[in-house]
């Protein structure tokens, strides 16, 4: 017999909010149990977090989701527990042993001089079990079937590293790094700098800019307000505006916001400045949505939101 299954009606919501991934669940699992909770009928995350990892994990609803590909080019930071002495083919406890190598004696002073070397711009190999795509497939998919792998470096940013402890046979940092640079990898590779491998056994997203001052949410406490209702949860979303802090704003007139609301052309007159993205608002400072202005003051509109249409 078919089990049935509950289904309830979703609606349009739009905002940001804060989770703090739990340990053991996927990111796109978390999603979507936020995504329920809130019935949204649309929703996204910038940036996803290994099943192991915990912290912070952006999740846009609604609108919100427009510029979730804006918050994943930015700054994050991390705190990471490493093992010396094993590698792993997900470079993490959750992977299979590869190889034990004997540790040797290290001073701090020796470690903070390396890590030195993994400050700046750097090329870093990432994890072979990793969501890159390759031919269009994640890279975990193929690893699972034990395709032959050859992954090329790429250029990171790491801005700081910090030495947190440093005991027998394990360390921790707090790092701070731009975007696509892999944590699994850095330890990786600080492992074999030291000539006895090392894997991570912790990892937490601190922040992600431009977030750093705002609350998070754990699961059990969504569930608490979605139990006293939907406007309970509502009032704990973060307008879009939020995730917009560092684009440049553009203010338009009623006619302007009009217009663009329309999907006509406008332009902009007097002196301007060309920009590869403007965020448009109108005399309220409410964003209508993104654009790129040339320097004649022409807007070519990249992103709308709903609301721009009423304007």
Same mark, same amino acid.
């Given at each position: 017999?078919?089990?049935?299954?509950?289904?309830?009606?979703?609606?349009?919501?739009?905002?940001?909010?804060?989770?703090?991934?739990?340990?053991?669940?996927?990111?796109?699992?978390?999603?979507?149990?936020?995504?329920?909770?809130?019935?949204?009928?649309?929703?996204?995350?910038?940036?996803?977090?290994?099943?192991?990892?915990?912290?912070?994990?952006?999740?846009?609803?609604?609108?919100?989701?427009?510029?979730?590909?804006?918050?994943?080019?930015?700054?994050?930071?991390?705190?990471?527990?490493?093992?010396?002495?094993?590698?792993?083919?997900?470079?993490?406890?959750?992977?299979?042993?590869?190889?034990?190598?004997?540790?040797?004696?290290?001073?701090?002073?020796?470690?903070?001089? &390396?890590?030195?070397?993994?400050?700046?711009?750097?090329?870093?190999?990432?994890?072979?079990?990793?969501? /890159?795509?390759?031919?269009?497939?994640?890279?975990?998919?193929k690893a699972r079937r034990g395709d032959v792998i050859d992954l090329p470096a790429r250029p990171v940013r790491i801005h700081a590293i910090e030495l947190l402890?440093?005991?027998?046979?394990?360390?921790? &940092?707090?790092?701070?790094?731009?975007?696509?640079?892999?944590?699994?990898?850095?330890?990786?590779? /600080?492992?074999?700098?030291?000539?006895?491998?090392?894997?991570?056994?912790?990892?937490?997203?601190?922040?992600?800019?431009?977030?750093?001052?705002?609350?998070?949410?754990?699961?059990?406490?969504?569930?608490?307000?979605?139990?006293?209702?939907?406007?309970?949860?509502?009032?704990?979303?973060?307008?879009?505006?939020?995730?917009?802090?560092?684009?440049?704003?553009?203010?338009?007139?009623?006619?302007?916001?009009?217009?663009?609301g329309m999907g006509q052309k406008i332009r902009v007159s007097g002196p301007v400045q060309a920009c590869e993205r403007v965020q448009l608002c109108n005399g309220?400072?409410?964003?209508?949505?993104?654009?790129?202005?040339?320097?004649?003051?022409?807007?070519?509109?990249?992103? /709308?939101?709903?609301?721009?249409?009423?304007?």
């Amino acid at each position: 017999m078919k089990k049935a299954q509950f289904t309830f009606a979703r609606r349009p919501v739009d905002g940001l909010i804060l989770l703090d991934k739990p340990r053991g669940m996927t990111s796109n699992q978390a999603l979507q149990k936020v995504r329920n909770l809130f019935r949204a009928e649309k929703a996204g995350h910038t940036g996803a977090l290994d099943p192991l990892a915990t912290g912070v994990l952006p999740i846009c609803l609604g609108e919100a989701t427009k510029v979730a590909g804006l918050l994943l080019g930015n700054d994050k930071a991390y705190e990471v527990s490493a093992m010396l002495g094993a590698t792993t083919d997900t470079d993490d406890a959750d992977g299979q042993i590869l190889r034990e190598r004997p540790l040797g004696a290290y001073s701090r002073a020796q470690l903070e001089t &390396l890590l030195q070397g993994f400050t700046g711009d750097i090329q870093q190999v990432p994890p072979v079990y990793s969501a /890159l795509k390759q031919g269009g497939e994640p890279m975990y998919l193929k690893a699972r079937r034990g395709d032959v792998i050859d992954l090329p470096a790429r250029p990171v940013r790491i801005h700081a590293i910090e030495l947190l402890a440093l005991d027998a046979g394990t360390f921790s &940092l707090r790092v701070t790094c731009g975007s696509g640079t892999y944590i699994r990898s850095l330890v990786r590779d /600080l492992g074999e700098a030291l000539g006895c491998g090392a894997h991570v056994t912790a990892l937490r997203r601190l922040w992600v800019e431009p977030f750093q001052a705002l609350p998070l949410w754990t699961l059990d406490a969504l569930q608490a307000l979605a139990e006293q209702g939907l406007p309970a949860l509502d009032a704990v979303l973060h307008p879009v505006a939020e995730a917009l802090v560092a684009v440049p704003k553009l203010v338009l007139d009623a006619e302007q916001a009009r217009r663009v609301g329309m999907g006509q052309k406008i332009r902009v007159s007097g002196p301007v400045q060309a920009c590869e993205r403007v965020q448009l608002c109108n005399g309220d400072g409410l964003p209508l949505g993104l654009a790129a202005i040339s320097a004649e003051g022409e807007l070519t509109v990249q992103r /709308l939101f709903r609301w721009a249409a009423v304007n």
